[in-house]
């Protein structure tokens, strides 16, 4: 097999961000609101790296990167039972790791030079239905996510895959008494190909991300801890010890098909400052992975129901 040079060990497309925001309010999916309900919430995620994650071998050390996502989203409910949900990050990223080995990626990598770079990434929408209320909420979802910039794709520091998907998933969850609440999330996500070449096309983005929420209310249900389980699988891609399977001039453009998987541990607080006005903040910590970075991420949202 042919080694690919080393400089392109170094490049990962990481999705640990963006896999936090997904689960930030996991434990609240199963259960939709009332008629009528309009709720807006702006999220903020810090993703900090230091390091390349490999399949095999040793890691990439002094490759990492600083993420901060702020994400708008908005939640009405037009009958009973459903839900329709939209929402946009904004990213800014900015390479940490070492800029003597990273730039510049023959590739792109145009935000591997150390700056601070912003755009916004990909929009999704979605609707999702409450089945079941007891013995156990239940509600399938159903969305797609689109992008909406032309971001960087290639390098260390990028803003994502840069393609579009359909996302199926399935939450449930139970309360046992009045405050102790458990929730399960899993999306399977049908992603586009990443068709930078025909070589690159041939390797599969489908993933599947899930979440397990437990947590108990306190003060009168205004003060919720929680402790959460963060994962991220995809199926097919391609592993970093697989260079040299691919061309050389395709093989520049392997973040966006790389294999990754991701497993983050954590936990958070929320509190209903009025009925209306609600915070919340947590931590996702990095607890193993492959082809990716090895982020922890931080969490901080405020949640405002208009109607």
């Known amino acids: 097999m042919r080694r690919c040079p080393a400089s392109f060990a170094f490049v990962i497309a990481s999705a640990c961000v963006a896999l936090a925001a997904a689960g930030r309010d996991a434990h609240a999916q199963a259960w939709v609101d009332e008629k009528g309900t309009l709720e807006f919430n702006l999220g903020y995620n810090l993703g900090i790296s230091d390091k390349v994650i490999v399949d095999k071998g040793m890691d990439a050390p002094n490759a990492g990167a600083t993420t901060h996502e702020f994400t708008l989203a908005a939640e009405y409910v037009p009958v009973r039972h459903l839900a329709v949900d939209v929402a946009l990050p ?148 391609m592993n970093f010890s697989q260079f040299g399977m691919l061309p050389a001039p395709d093989e520049l453009y392997h973040d966006g098909i790389l294999a990754e998987s991701i497993l983050l541990v954590g936990g958070g607080v929320g509190f209903q400052i009025t009925n209306a006005l609600g915070i919340n903040a947590g931590a996702r910590l990095f607890v193993t992975g492959a082809n990716t970075q090895n982020a922890n991420v931080y969490v901080f949202g405020i949640t405002w129901t208009a109607l």
């Open 90 to 237: 904004l990213m800014l990223i900015e390479y940490t790791g070492d800029k003597s080995v990273i730039y510049a990626h023959p590739g792109g990598g145009k935000y591997d030079d150390g700056k601070l770079h912003t755009t916004l990434t990909d929009l999704r929408a979605g609707v999702r239905y409450q089945l079941l209320e007891d013995p156990l909420a239940l509600s399938p979802h159903v969305a797609v996510s689109i992008p909406v910039a032309n971001y960087e794709t290639v390098g260390n520091a990028v803003a994502g895959r840069h393609l579009k998907a359909l996302h199926l998933g399935l939450s449930a969850g139970h309360v046992f008494g009045e405050a102790t609440y458990v929730h399960a999330l899993y999306e399977f996500s049908i992603v586009e190909k990443y068709d930078r070449t025909m070589e690159t096309a041939v390797f599969g983005q489908n993933r599947s991300d899930f979440t397990v929420t437990v947590g108990h209310k306190l003060l009168d249900q205004r003060l919720d801890l929680h402790v959460d389980v963060n994962g991220r699988v995809t199926h097919g891609g």
